[in-house]
Every structure is written in structure tokens, then in C-alpha cells.
């Protein structure tokens, strides 16, 4: 079992940069790979980034590639999701989610069996 909070969702204007968090009780965050995922009001949900469990591999959204960076600080049983270069496009309620599957492949959300409950991204034109 893993629970996530998400943080560090706020609004910011075009161009600028938040970084999310992503806390997880227990401890068992290293044995599970992460990922964000996000959703704009009206739309599917969209893929965003992965990390394997190790953090070895990672995986962007086509949308994202370049401009945001996942990462993991195990000890800390933390990931994080670096934004830079924002666009309007890009403000959603951004979702951390969690895997059993190691991610050193390329994962689908169904693959990911915990999520939390969001934080909302806003950038203004």
C-alpha cells in the first residue's frame, strides 16, 4: 500500500517554473516506479513523465519532452516534477501515481494502481 500527496500546484505566468512533490508514506516508495499524469477540465487524462524505481529510466509526454524533468529522492521516499518553460497548455490538475512494475519500460496508467488526489497548475497568458 501507498498513499501520495501531491504540492506545489499554484499559478505562475507563461514561461515561468513550479516544482511539484510528490510525498509518500511508508516505505515502500523505492520498490515502486512513479509517474505524473494530468488533466485539463473537459479533457483525458494526459501522460506526463515516468522514473523507474532505480531512477535509471525516464519517459515524457511528447507535449512535455525538454522542458519538464522527473525525479526521485528514495531516501527521502519523495518524486518530484520540475517544470520550466511553462504554457498555457499546460495548466491541468497534475496527478502523482505509483507502479509495482519497475518503469524501466514505457508504462500505461493502468499500470499504475496508486494515485493521489491532485494539484491544480495554472499558467496565465
Known amino acids: 500500500q501507498v498513499q501520495l500527496v501531491e504540492s506545489g500546484g499554484g499559478w505562475v505566468q507563461t514561461g515561468g517554473a513550479l516544482r511539484l512533490s510528490c510525498a509518500a508514506s511508508?516505505?515502500?516508495?523505492?520498490?515502486?516506479?512513479m509517474g505524473w499524469f494530468r488533466q485539463a477540465p473537459g479533457k483525458e487524462r494526459e501522460f506526463v513523465a515516468q522514473?523507474?524505481?532505480?531512477?535509471?529510466?525516464?519517459y515524457y509526454g511528447d507535449s512535455v519532452k525538454g522542458r519538464f524533468t522527473i525525479s526521485r529522492d528514495n531516501a527521502a521516499s519523495t518524486g518530484y516534477l520540475q517544470m520550466n518553460s511553462l504554457k498555457p497548455e499546460d495548466t491541468a490538475v497534475y496527478y502523482c501515481?505509483?507502479?509495482?512494475?519497475?518503469?524501466?519500460?514505457?508504462?500505461?496508467?493502468?499500470?499504475?494502481?496508486?494515485w493521489g488526489k491532485g494539484t491544480l497548475v495554472t499558467v496565465s497568458s
Open positions: 522514473i523507474s524505481r532505480n531512477g535509471v529510466f525516464t
Open positions: 511508508g516505505r515502500t516508495f523505492s520498490t515502486h516506479s
Open positions: 501515481a505509483a507502479s509495482i512494475r519497475s518503469g524501466a519500460d514505457a508504462l500505461g496508467a493502468g499500470d499504475f494502481a496508486y
